[in-house]
């Protein structure tokens, strides 16, 4: 059984916004438009967010790709009244969307506003429809949905591996932002397998977790150079 | 005999049941239309989405949920104290009990409908029984709402059941209702004895129950890690804020019925006295918990709780902060304080700024929270729609409304408590007040005597 | 029944996406065509290679496609441009394909002035004709082609049609060469070793959003290194942006002034010893003092640099500190193999060209040409060659004319001036992937050439504002619809060339713009049909890779990056066997789309440097004897010096003799009223026009800066306070041209007295999902040239901020320490 993790690291990010558009192309995500998104209701499960820090008159600024950090013990999971999302057994926190009744409670918990709701039927025009990844299910208007470290693809991969005959290897799982990002910041693995990427970088010294301190254990890790 | 002796004494009491005038059409006329449109606006929103409101990320909670807790809080007023008053046997709480106890129903109804109005898809509200979870807040609260509310109904039908009789003996139409509803009460002794002793169970009963409602009410906001939220005071701090608000809202019910019904005779300036003084305990007793949550925040000083401390205090809700601290504090503490502001008028106004502050609270506790997201996002806004709107208005309307119904058809005061008080309490209370005193000295105890 | 295995597969994931689907039909509105779809059992699936042509960054991508329907893309992962990467605009490719609002078939102008739907017959039977009559009348040479289609192999076949009419009046949108023609004597830009650097010093050039292959330059200086050898890069800017962000050292400097910066460092660079004196003394000239051949003592590039740009003076025009100027000077000596480069504002204002001298100067003074990590060359890609053309039927339209500049003029500009003055008459325009109208600040006046130019052709795949001025507007298939053979990339090291035939047919009545030409062609008959004798484009193109497959230089890309290289050097040990076949060469190129050679032959100096004196020109000769030209002109019996001085005050230089023709600092020649200096920026959202038909590039347009489907206004703190600015607050842009509206955002390090907008929104073309959102900065700009190549300045204009409304909703990102853990 793995335990899905992810690292991204800071020192490559550039802040391209790929692993941004990769995701909401691979997922079946849609655009608001601009009435909805005046409205602070952009949809996104992966955003990539500035941080500026000001030291020594010096400016810098930090961007920091931002998505479900896939909590452990996650706090959204233990509000839910219906069992719309839960912690599989290989550590992604899922959704189901033919539960959910809406109720946004997991969005009010969640400390890392990973969550993002359907505000109205999603919008396809023209012909968009046609492009969307038959291997991720579509939402309809009142679920809250998230990233899902691209759990469609773990599926694909493992059944590749098991008709190849063989386990699941290092590198087999590659999610959509993962795949897109031109600096290679990202690195998607089994956090269970000692030996591989997203393990070995886990352990650098210059990894840390986004609010490690709330007690949510993360499974994606942030690296960075530390002053 | 005893029924001619009440239409004798109270018949003041029956006339908005006997004989209901153009007031009531137009009222129930103005009253329902409002209702209705909100349930326009509700099909709207169910049609369209949520998007028809001005909810967001991160401000996915607003005025459903902070009407949620208003409300719900406001229907504190009625069995808590009407229980509280009558564990302690309050004599004066006779003329109120009743009026308190259909608040809590009425708004208890209202209050726990919104969670439904908050939910993308409301048709699959029941999934909370098919697949519910005990482990979240939101169940817990499902249960103890839903206990509150029927213990709260019996608790306020259970009082009813002699008026009801007097009614159905009096041959009031709809005949039926009064019938049925009498349950063959002919206030038998035996009857009598049970009913006391359903009453004396069932107040013992609705305190914790009505405790605990506030209270996981509150644990929806503080079992979570939010900044403003996470909080082990929240229990008490809520069951205080509402019991404050229910109070202020029990007054404000109690002047416009008494101004409506002439009641003048059965509210007198005693009872206004004797609650404005708790309202006044209460405001002070809010202002300590507020005070204490807030400078524990401050102190504390952890950056996402400032980000919080700060939008509320001088940011963009300092208007709502600043104005939830002058309703909930100092207008009602400045007219209360003194005999001289404490009058119907003064009472009146200081409880209505206490329901305005206390729903400020609701708000101030809700939104900012929400529009401070940890997580690097820039900060929130929200703008309720018209939707969110006349879904208050929906929602008070629908509370006066039920007050008109019921004062239509029910004894706003009841009436077999004051006939109660008339003949047994001055005696009752004498005896009781006997058992006070201290005995006389021949009955001291012996290792008493000082050495 | 045995399933071969990745049918099984397909039912698997297929089918599972199917039963989801299946569901929510029941539920709620579920495109109706993808359940049937899915619903339809299995789907075929297969992965096809193409290329973006979203832009000119030429990356590989993966297409997958489920019964034929593409239905997602991914980066090539060997492919040596991207290695795996896209931007967002390659990655919303899909959304562009089916994206509302694509032009449906050939439309005509009608006699009311609206366009109405004709045939693709009668379209090109009107063209022909009208051709044929110019030609027969003698005036082939006023037809023009403005092209925005970044390939050559197109541009080849194009020039080749206007050839046969006898005109030469193509204009590519985005040469950029003058620098490099002045001080290296070669037309094309060279190419930059970015992999191979171990410190890039970029001007200006926002390496990792705008340039020419972001993404490319993001590979090479971060994607394809380990964490420890990151490539450092210092950045000389106005603002912070992205890869400034990524900069060890980010110097802010006041607009106009990234040349004088540059200089700066030079100057340090020679005064502590910190250049390469071989290179220098083989390779160079005008570093020194020199003689002319009149026996005159000239001054050289180091007493210019030591006399005029010591780190005071130029602190004080760029208003940074000196000891910055000193420290990256260090950092540069410091380095092995370090580049410099210039691009966005650096190369946009009207003292472009000194800038991008005085860039190119640091790369002579390090040494860096020809070098690992350098300036290079990259190989030719060698094509079959076209039998040579006659000579140039009639001088170009677009090339230098009178003596307002020096070598250049702006194309759009020239054009629509030509036009309106009557001195350039053109009597049939075609316009190809090109939106001059937007996209240009003399746009205005085009529109209005546009509508006196007889027969206007557009060819696009939407209606944008240039096809809405067109009197025949005729569709062309998007990238995944056409075939491709997209050439190097401009500042690339080695060259590339993506061939793809279309991934789907096209969903509309739209033709290929070489098929167009083609078809032109054979219409018109006689000479024109015998310049194109090709049947297709797709035929085209095989008869120019021929040249590629026999040269046996390259490789195919194929699996992994390493293998590929492998690969390529077996080929390579395998050139001398003999010729390579065709076919199965094509076969593969067209199914791997991507071919590409990283090897560079060393020390071929004269690719490098095919100036007179065959070194690089510190002292550009050609600059010199282009305004003893000017000067000398109607002037008879000037001396040198004279003319020299007199051409240079012709052009409104501020430097004389013959500090004016080496790179200097020649201050901005600001336009207008206004307290602010505007500047536009292409943020990643932005890249490829095309974008803005997505709804997901539109939404995230302003990502970084929370400002989606929005124009924003950057503002520097400091600006914004003395402006009473704050973010959020909705302002309007005032130049003397006119205005539009943005919403202010504080930047966390801009120049202060500027504004920087974004391009890419503010289109008005009905019908197109843009429409109405946001603006354009340029519909605002002020013309302003750089002297000597004609080109309008994009940063000289000066603007006025005016408050329509404080901020009504959101706030600023939360800043440093308010809520991280
Ligand atoms: N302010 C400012 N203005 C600039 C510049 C600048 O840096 N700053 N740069 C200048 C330069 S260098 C250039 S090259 C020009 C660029 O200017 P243009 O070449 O005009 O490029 P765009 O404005 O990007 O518009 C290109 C149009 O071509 C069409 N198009 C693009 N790609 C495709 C495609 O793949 N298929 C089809 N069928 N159609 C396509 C679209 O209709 C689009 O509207 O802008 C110039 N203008
Ligand atoms: N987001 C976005 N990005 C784009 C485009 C877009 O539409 N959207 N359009 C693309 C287009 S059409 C263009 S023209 C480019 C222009 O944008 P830039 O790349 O900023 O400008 P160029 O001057 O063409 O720079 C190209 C490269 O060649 C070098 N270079 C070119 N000419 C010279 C020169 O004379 N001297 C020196 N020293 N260096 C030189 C530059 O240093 C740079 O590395 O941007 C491209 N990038
Ligand atoms: S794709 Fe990579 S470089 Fe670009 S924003 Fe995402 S993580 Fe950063
Ligand atoms: S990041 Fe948020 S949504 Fe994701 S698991 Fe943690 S709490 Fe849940
Ligand atoms: S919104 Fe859905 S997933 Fe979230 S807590 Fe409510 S029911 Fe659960
Ligand atoms: S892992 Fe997959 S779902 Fe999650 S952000 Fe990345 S692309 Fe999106
Ligand atoms: S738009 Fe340009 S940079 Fe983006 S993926 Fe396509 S070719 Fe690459
Ligand atoms: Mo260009």
């Known amino acids: 059984m793995s335990r899905w993790g992810m690292a991204i690291d800071l020192d490559r ?75 599989s057994d290989e550590g992604i926190v899922a959704q189901i969307y033919a539960r959910c009744i809406g109720c946004r409670y997991c969005m009010a918990a969640c400390p890392y506003n990973a969550k993002v709701f359907n505000w109205y039927e999603p919008q396809w025009p023209g012909q968009l429809q046609a492009k969307a990844n038959p291997d991720v299910s579509l939402r309809y208007k009142g679920v809250v949905e998230k990233c899902t470290f691209c759990h469609h693809r773990v599926l694909k991969a493992r059944e590749d591996a098991a008709l190849a005959g063989r386990g699941l290897r290092d590198g087999d799982v590659s999610t959509a932002c993962e795949d897109s990002c031109p600096a290679k910041a990202i690195v998607f693995g089994d956090l269970d397998d000692p030996a591989s990427r997203v393990s070995r970088l886990a352990r650098s010294p210059r990894a840390s977790r986004h609010h490690e301190d709330l007690g949510t254990e993360p499974k994606v890790y942030h690296l960075a150079r530390k002053e | 005999m005893s029924a001619d002796k009440h239409e004798f004494v109270d018949g003041d009491l029956l006339r908005s049941i006997e004989q209901s005038g153009v007031g009531f059409r137009v ?22 989405g949520l998007g028809v409101t001005g909810l967001n990320q991160p401000v996915a909670w607003g005025f459903y949920i902070v009407n949620f807790v208003f409300f719900i809080g406001i229907s504190h007023a009625g069995t808590l104290i009407s229980a509280i008053l009558r564990l302690s046997q309050a004599e004066w709480r006779r003329p109120i009990t009743r009026m308190a106890e259909v608040i809590t129903v009425v708004v208890l109804a209202i209050g726990a409908f919104h969670p439904v109005l908050d939910l993308g898809r409301p048709e699959r509200a029941l999934n909370i029984f098919t697949a519910g979870r005990l482990q979240s807040p939101l169940l817990w609260d499902v249960s103890s709402i839903s206990a509150y509310f029927m213990a709260s109904t019996v608790y306020l039908y259970i009082p009813m059941i002699p008026d009801i009789a007097i009614l159905r003996d009096r041959g009031v139409r709809p005949r039926w209702l009064y019938s049925f509803l009498a349950w063959g009460w002919q206030g038998t002794p035996r009857q009598q004895a049970v009913l006391g002793r359903a009453v004396n169970i069932m107040m013992v009963l609705v305190i914790p129950i009505a405790v605990s409602v506030h209270t996981v009410i509150s644990y929806i906001f503080a079992m979570t890690l939010q900044p403003g939220w996470h909080s082990t005071i929240f229990g008490p701090y809520f069951v205080v804020g509402a019991i404050f608000s229910g109070i202020a809202a029990l007054l404000m019910v109690m002047i416009v019925l008494r101004r409506i019904f002439r009641l003048e005779r059965y509210l007198k300036q005693i009872h206004f006295d004797y609650l404005s003084r708790l ?123 039920g007050f008109v119904l019921f004062a239509r058809f029910f004894p706003l005061i009841s009436l077999w408590e004051i006939q109660e008080g008339r003949e047994l309490s001055v005696a009752e209370t004498a005896a009781r007040l006997e058992t006070y005193l201290p005995d006389p000295p021949a009955a001291a105890p012996a290792e008493e005597a000082s050495p | 029944m045995i399933l071969p295995r990745r049918d099984l597969l397909k039912m698997l994931g297929v089918g599972a996406g199917a039963v989801g689907l299946g569901g929510c039909r029941q539920a709620w509105s579920v495109p109706d065509r993808l359940v049937e779809l899915a619903l339809r059992g299995p789907g075929l ?132 060469g003058l620098a490099h023609e002045l001080t290296q004597g070669i037309a094309r830009a060279p190419g930059y070793d970015l992999g191979g650097a171990d410190l890039v010093v970029s001007f200006g050039l926002d390496l990792y959003e705008d340039g020419p292959t972001p993404i490319h330059a993001t590979a090479a200086m971060i994607g394809s290194r380990p964490t420890e050898q990151l ?68 001054l050289g590039f180091r007493r210019l640099l030591l006399e005029r740009y010591y780190p005071d003076r130029v602190a004080a025009l760029c208003g940074c500190d000196p000891a910055l100027i000193v420290r990256v000077a260090r950092r540069l000596a410091a380095a092995a ?97 090109t939106n001059p109208v937007f996209s240009s600040p003399a746009g205005d006046r085009l529109r209005e050439a546009l509508a006196r130019i007889p027969t206007v052709v557009a060819l696009a795949s939407f209606m944008d504002e240039t096809a ?36 789907v047919e096209p969903l509309t009545d739209a033709r290929h713009p070489g098929d167009v030409l083609l078809e032109l062609g054979r219409r018109l008959g006689g000479e024109a049909a015998a310049a194109l004798p090709w049947s297709d484009y797709p035929a085209y193109l095989k008869q120019r890779i021929e040249g590629l497959a026999l040269s046996g230089q390259g490789s195919v890309v194929t699996g992994s990056f390493e293998e590929s290289w492998i690969q390529f050097l077996e080929e390579r040990g395998w050139r001398f066997l003999g010729r390579k076949e065709i076919e199965s060469f094509w076969r593969t190129l067209t199914q791997e789309s991507s071919w590409w050679n990283p090897v560079r032959s060393r020390g071929d100096w004269g690719r490098l440097f095919a100036t007179a004196s065959g070194r690089y020109e510190f002292f ?159 519909g605002i700009m002020l013309a302003a040239r750089d002297p000597l190549s004609g080109r309008l300045s994009r940063t000289a204009t000066r603007v006025r901020l005016a408050l329509v409304k404080r901020r009504s909703r959101g706030g600023p990102p939360p800043r440093h320490g308010g809520s991280e853990a």
């Open chain 2, 279 to 401: 309202l006044l305990i209460m405001a002070l007793l809010w202002f300590y918990f507020t005070f204490s949550e807030y400078l524990t925040a401050f102190f504390g000083h952890e950056p996402a709780e400032m980000r919080v401390f700060y939008y509320k205090v001088s940011g963009p809700y300092a208007p709502f902060f600043w104005g939830m601290v002058v309703c909930n504090f100092l207008v009602p503490v400045l007219i209360l304080a003194f005999r001289r502001t404490r009058t119907i008028p003064g009472i009146f106004v200081a409880s209505l700024t206490v329901v305005v502050g206390m729903w400020l609270e609701r708000l101030n506790i809700v939104v900012p929270s929400l529009a401070n997201p940890r997580s690097g996002l820039p900060t929130g806004y929200y703008l309720p729609s018209v939707v969110e709107w006349g879904m208050f208005a929906g929602g008070i309307a629908t509370f006066i409304l």
């Open chain 3, 468 to 503: 809405a001025a067109a009197e025949l507007v005729l569709p062309t298939p998007t990238f995944l619809e056409r075939w491709q053979g997209a050439t190097t990339p401009r500042g690339v090291a080695f060259s590339t060339l993506g061939l793809a035939p279309p991934v």
């Open chain 1, 13 to 87: 990010c550039t802040g391209c916004g790929s692993c941004m558009a990769a995701c909401h192309q691979e997922n079946n995500l849609t655009a608001v438009g601009p009435s909805e998104a005046a409205l602070d209701r952009v949809f996104h499960w992966l955003r990539v967010l500035p941080e500026v820090s000001e030291a020594h008159a010096e400016v810098t600024v930090t961007y920091t790709p931002q998505l479900c950090v896939q909590c452990d013990k996650p706090p959204c999971v233990r509000v839910c009244p219906v069992h719309a999302t839960y912690l």
């Open chain 3, 620 to 778: 550009s000769r050609r600059l010199e004897a282009r305004l003893v030209e000017l000067g000398a002109a109607g002037e008879g019996g000037a001396s040198a010096a004279e003319a020299l001085a007199r051409g240079s005050a012709r052009l409104g230089l501020e430097a004389e003799g013959d500090e004016a023709c080496m790179p200097h600092h020649e201050p901005e020649a600001a336009r207008g009223e206004g307290e602010l200096t505007l500047l536009p920026f292409r943020p990643i959202t932005a890249r490829g026009s095309l974008g803005v038909t997505s709804p997901m590039v539109l939404e995230m347009f302003g990502y970084t800066a929370f400002s989606p489907w929005q124009t924003w206004a950057e503002l520097a703190a400091e600006t914004a306070h003395e402006l009473d600015l704050g973010d959020g607050d909705e302002v309007r842009v005032e130049s003397d041209r006119g205005h539009f509206a943005a919403v202010v955002r504080i930047h966390p390090a801009a120049a202060a007295g500027t504004v920087h907008v974004p391009l890419g929104l503010g289109h008005e073309a009905p019908g197109s999902l843009a429409a109405g959102i946001g603006a354009n900065p340029v």
């Open chain 3, 231 to 298: 490539g450092a890069l210092i950045q000389v800017g106005t603002r912070v942006s992205p890869s400034a962000s990524k900069a060890e050292i980010f110097a802010l400097v006041r607009p106009g002034t990234l040349g004088a910066f540059a200089l700066g460092i030079a100057h340090t660079l020679v005064r502590e010893g910190g250049y390469d004196r071989a290179f220098v003394a083989e390779h160079t000239f005008g570093f020194d003092d020199w003689t002319d051949e009149d026996g005159r003592e000239r």
């Open chain 2, 27 to 48: 009222a129930t006329t103005v009253l329902g239309l409002t209702v209705l449109t909100a349930w326009v606006l509700f099909s709207r929103q169910i049609l369209e």
């Open chain 3, 337 to 433: 193999a370090p580049v410099a480069v210039a691009g966005g504002d650096a190369v946009r204002g009207t003292n472009a060209t000194w800038t991008q001298m005085a860039v190119q100067a640091l790369n002579a003074l390090t040494g860096a040409f020809d070098r690992p990590g350098g300036v290079v060359m990259p190989p030719p890609i060698p094509l079959t060659p076209l039998a040579a053309l006659p000579a140039p039927p009639a001088p170009s339209l677009f090339a230098a004319a009178g003596d307002e500049t020096a070598f250049g003029v702006d194309p759009v500009e020239a054009l629509a001036a030509g036009v309106l003055d009557g001195t350039r008459p053109v009597e049939l325009l075609i316009v190809l992937d």
């Open chain 3, 45 to 176: 699936e297969s992965q096809v290679q193409t290329i973006c042509g979203l832009c000119a960054g030429g990356c590989g991508l993966t297409v997958r496609l489920v019964d034929g329907l593409p239905v997602g893309i991914r980066g090539n992962p060997h492919h040596p441009l991207n290695r795996g990467g896209l931007c967002p605009v390659g990655l919303a490719g899909l959304e562009v394909l089916y994206a509302p609002g694509r032009l449906q078939g050939p439309l005509r102008r009608q006699a009311g002035g609206e366009h109405g739907a004709t045939t693709w017959e009668e379209a090109l039977d009107e063209i022909a004709t009208r051709l044929t009559a110019l030609t027969a009348a003698g005036q082939g040479d006023r037809v023009a082609f403005l092209s925005g289609e970044p390939s050559e192999l197109f541009h080849d076949l194009a020039r080749r049609f206007l050839h046969g009419l006898g005109s030469a009046n193509l204009s590519r949108l985005d040469d950029a």
